[in-house]
């Protein structure tokens, strides 16, 4: 299969000759020989690259989540400025106006996995606002989604936009690649973009690259949708362990009793393995949690939204205790709730608040997902 980056390489017509452009891009902007935008766009004919422009995780992915990316500075590999879209504040996640300066092209190069909250999407659509208040225009490199075609709501809603969701109707599992994402993004958000998108094959996948420090393999993508709504809580959801997402637990939790409860639930494509762990950073730091592995063994019809929802109410049973929800800043929000950012309305707080049973929600996710025709 081919990238839109692959395209470039080969001839493809693409409109970027003679311009100058600031490529907003990652570690995972390479084509099928390894090699990377930043390569590759010079030998196109008149094309200059004059910076770069790194999302969270930095250019390099050396950066772990919600960590600043300072940039500022000559990226030594690569021989380019750089400038951050992920600082220290809200103001820092939109470009500025002299990240645009002095270039008549913006160019997007970073594998999505499909996920409402994956943060890069959302890079991508302040980029488009500030290119089409600039005048410049945007050149999307696309690549396959490495979910495929499956949607999973829920629907975000009006009032719980942020960083890991900016606009509301968009489900948590979309199925778009980033340059369907984008034209969707482009209609609701920047309709003075003038959007290019140089599209690949949807054929097949390229080789992995791990597009984040804690996304390693198809399979931890696989279960991401559902399991990063850990982070909105005090499980541990695996990091700083070397399976994040597919490892989670917590002290106090009864493993095995943990994953009797989840083997009595209908969680297609997966099974769970009883595990004992100690993260090494992030929640429960140096502790000894029971929990978990989901062992994927079929991605065809695994349902991450609903593995998620059901973990959670699977330890909430076991072990209530030990379920809490995360207080501190998330995303750059302090006065909503970081799972009530995630699942994109108060709903799953307050039914698993309450004892309520699941299932009722995720029928209506499931409804709100088969309802979204982007």
Not at 161 to 189: D, I, K, N, Q
Not at 238 to 245: A, E, L
Not at 313 to 327: K, M, N, S
Request: glycine residues 12%; charged residues 20%; negative net charge.
């Amino acid at each position: 299969m081919h990238t839109g980056l692959d395209r470039l390489a080969a001839g493809f017509d693409h409109g970027l000759a003679g311009r100058r452009v600031a490529l907003l891009c990652n570690h995972t902007a390479v084509d099928l020989w390894g090699r990377h935008a930043a390569q590759i766009l010079p030998g196109l004919p008149g094309v200059t690259v004059v910076r770069l422009l790194a999302p969270e995780h930095g250019i390099w992915g050396t950066h772990q989540d919600m960590e600043p990316y300072a940039g500022g500075q000559v990226d030594p590999v690569l021989g380019l400025p750089v400038m951050s879209l992920y600082g220290a504040t809200r103001d820092s996640l939109r470009p500025a106006p002299e990240a645009l300066a002095g270039v008549d092209a913006l160019v997007y190069d970073i594998q999505d996995i499909g996920i409402r909250y994956y943060t890069y999407a959302a890079t991508l659509a302040l980029a488009m606002e500030a290119a089409a208040e600039a005048g410049v225009p945007v050149f999307v490199l696309d690549r396959p989604n490495p979910l495929g075609p499956m949607k999973e709501g829920p629907l975000l809603r009006p009032g719980f936009e942020s960083f890991c969701g900016l606009e509301a109707g968009l489900p948590v599992r979309h199925a778009m690649t980033v340059g369907e994402l984008a034209r969707w993004y482009r209609e609701r958000r920047a309709p003075g973009c003038e959007l290019h998108v140089v599209s690949g094959d949807r054929r097949g996948q390229p080789q992995w690259v791990p597009p984040s420090p804690n996304m390693p393999t198809r399979e931890t993508a696989a279960v991401y949708g559902g399991m990063c709504l850990l982070e909105g809580t005090t499980l541990s959801e695996g990091r700083g362990t070397t399976t994040p997402f597919q490892l989670f637990g917590a002290p106090g939790i009864d493993p095995l009793a943990l994953v009797s409860r989840l083997r009595a639930e209908d969680c297609p494509g997966v099974d769970f393995v009883p595990r004992v762990f100690r993260p090494e950073f992030g929640k429960h730091r140096g502790e000894l949690c029971g929990g978990a592995t989901i062992r994927v063994f079929d991605l065809s019809c695994l349902q991450s939204v609903r593995l998620g929802v059901l973990v959670l109410d699977a330890v909430r049973q076991v072990a209530p205790e030990a379920l809490g929800w995360r207080t501190d800043a998330y995303e750059f929000v302090t006065d909503v709730p970081a799972i009530d950012l995630l699942w994109g309305s108060a709903e799953l707080r307050e039914t698993l608040d309450a004892g309520r049973p699941v299932g009722p929600l995720l029928d209506q996710a499931s409804a709100e997902a088969r309802s979204f025709h982007p």
